[in-house]
Antibody, heavy 120, light 113 residues
Framework: QVQLKQSGPGLVKPSQTLSLNCDIS??????????WSWIRQSPSGGLEWLGR?????????DYAVSVKSRITINPDTSKNQFSLQLNSVTSEDTAVYYC??????????WGQGTLVTVSS | DIVMTQSPDSLAVSLGERATINCKSS????????????LTWLQKKPGQPPKVLIN???TRESGVPDRFSGSGSGTDFALTISSLQAEDVAVYYC?????????FGQGTRVEIK
């Protein structure tokens, strides 16, 4: 059974970098049938996909246009995890962040969520 | 980008009655090569992560009660709760993963009448 466990700080100061990790059990970050995404839900309620990383003979990343200049999603094969870094955060980045496995050849799995508040 | 539009925005249904949520995508999410629609239905309750109810538009996930069903293909989809229970009060989202950027509907709030 695939499980995703998130970790990272719940409070980030404005202009700093938000960093979260997602540990994978029951699958491999290097699987050629999986893709690993970060998604957030702001206090206003909507779900917003931020980006993903996946391996198909080489590593690929896709990012949402809204955060493309500030986001990095990296796989870590040694720890079987993937990470989110979002730079230059503002109060608009306050949200619950989820990691998820979402791909065309795998059943979807979501992490437990991490509330990240941007505040000084 | 594929825009997902749900209707209605909110729905109040009596216990034991049927609830139907519609979802329309701005372009087809049907993949010809494997004959699948790349669309899921999610249930979101406060303080909990989204729960996947239906994958590939009509495949119920393991452990999901059979009162939940998904239908549709191409650009038009529906989630039906055949007999609403109190524990079904939640916000429901459709979600396409046919193409990046992955996108979600705006959500439909289901309440008890």
């Amino acid at each position: 059974q695939v499980q995703l466990k998130q970790s990272g700080p719940g409070l980030v100061k404005p202009s700093q970098t938000l960093s979260l990790n997602c540990d994978i059990s029951g699958d491999s970050v290097s699987s050629d049938s999986a893709a690993w995404s970060w998604i957030r839900q702001s206090p206003s309620g909507g779900l917003e996909w931020l980006g993903r990383t996946y391996y198909r003979s080489r590593w690929y990343n896709d990012y949402a246009v809204s955060v493309k200049s500030r986001i990095t999603i990296n796989p870590d094969t040694s720890k079987n995890q993937f990470s989110l870094q979002l730079n230059s955060v503002t109060s608009e980045d306050t949200a619950v962040y989820y990691c998820a496995r979402i791909s065309q050849r795998s059943q979807p799995v979501w992490g437990q969520g991490t509330l990240v508040t941007v505040s000084s | 980008d594929i825009v997902m539009t749900q209707s209605p925005d909110s729905l109040a249904v009596s216990l034991g009655e049927r609830a139907t949520i519609n979802c329309k995508s701005s372009q087809s999410v049907f993949h010809v090569s494997d004959n699948r629609n790349y669309l899921t239905w999610l249930q979101k309750k406060p303080g909990q992560p989204p729960k996947v109810l239906i994958n590939w538009a009509s495949t119920r996930e393991s452990g999901v009660p059979d009162r939940f069903s998904g239908s549709g293909s191409g650009t038009d989809f529906a989630l039906t709760i055949s007999s609403l229970q109190a524990e079904d009060v939640a916000v429901y989202y459709c979600h396409q993963y046919y193409a990046a950027p992955l996108t979600f509907g705006q959500g439909t709030r289901v309440e008890i009448k």
